[in-house]
């Protein structure tokens, strides 16, 4: 019999992100909006990284002073994946790798921990989960995508037809360790069995496969902000039960181009969070560009979608430039080096580094 986690009358949880110093902000505004919804849990953060500034560390050390609420940052070793950095098929930073490697942290911590990704907004009350009896399993997750699972259930040699999201999962730590998730999951990752397109998630699909609860979907509303820009949507159509809204893909609430509803919802928790004074994100890339000058021209704003779209063909032309005369030194032998030197010698030599 699993005992449930009370204080008094009042439930505990232990609710983790895994960051890195790009989705710090994320996370301490996702803390914002779930500390706003549960105020009659006893709730304990936890926030995982392979490394951050001491900027992000003082902000959320001053949030948790102001809200009288734990938030502990724990530093992990990347040595495990430091292989996998270069990972050709990587959108993705290693802080995804760190909710493997939660469950052995927190044992003799808490029985039960709430992972979530650092681009999810609460909206609702996470009792339930609280108290859910997991039974004999590792962990409970939402379905993922259609689309998605049927690709990844198929690629990842799955018996089952369920494929989960690794975006929000519900973890029995005791039961995880005994099943030697994490352990499994860094050597399906290292190894070259399968191709993962989603490293962690595949990984953990496979290694936990018949071990992991089905939720309602309620719990981790899938987004893509992007989508919602290509296809000019206006209003984000969110159903009344949805608790947690995930904002996957490369479009994120804390860019300055994304959809409205989202950053508006986004910036009124960040005002009660420890980021409350940090600006929107401005584009960096010349794919961001390109989506700003997309989200001002359907805002009506041509002269400023006209701007971002010069932006965007002088940052690309100058990017494929230097990849076309690092190509054209390596070939001719001028260079020993690896692309990425030659890249940024000539990016230097044109004065476009
Ligand atoms: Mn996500």
Redesign the pocket.
Known sequence: MKKTVMNGNRLTLHIAFGVDENFFRGAGVCIASILEHNPDLDLVFHVFTFGCSEQSRVRLASMSQARGVPMHVHLLDEGAFARYRHNPRGNYSNAIFTRILMPEVLNGITDRVLYV?S??LCRGSLAELAGLDLGECVAAAVADVHTIAQRRIGAMALEGDFYFNS?LLLIDVANWNRARITERAIELIGSDEFVLDYPDQDALNKVAEHRVMKLHPKWNVMFSLLSSLRTCRQKLSISDDAVML?F?GPLKPWHSWSHSCAQQMFLRYQERSGWGDVPLDAPRTYKQMHQCATYHRNHGKYTSAIIWYGAYLRTKLSFMVRGAMASALLAAGVFSGGLADIASWAGRVLGMA
């Open positions: 990704d681009d999810i975006g995930h996957g």
